[in-house]
């Protein structure tokens, strides 16, 4: 339950928007990562978890990050992965 298919982007979008989909521990909510700590992307028709990269979206009033994240710092903390590809991303 709760599992799906995603659609596919085209290469315009995945300029704009970069997204991997990545191995994941199912039982313990957490991408599963290389003897560096690095996340491991999935191959063709391996399931996994999409991920993107937050980023900062300039506004009027300065700069926001792209995800706003839920009504409870704590949940929103526990979604955010860090140190996905390379040191100190998120």
């Known amino acids: 339950e709760g599992q799906g298919a995603i659609g596919r982007a085209g290469s315009l979008f995945l300029k704009a928007r970069p997204m991997h989909i990545v191995k994941f521990d199912v039982e313990n909510e957490n991408p599963i990562r290389d003897k560096n700590g690095f996340c491991i992307e999935c191959n063709y028709n391996e399931p996994g978890e999409l991920i993107a990269p937050i980023r900062k979206i300039r ?11 839920y009504t ?7 979604k955010i992965a860090r140190n996905v590809f390379k040191k100190g991303d998120s």
């Open 59 to 69: 506004t009027a009033t300065g700069e926001i990050d792209d995800f706003e994240g």
């Open 72 to 78: 409870n710092k704590e949940a929103s903390e526990k």
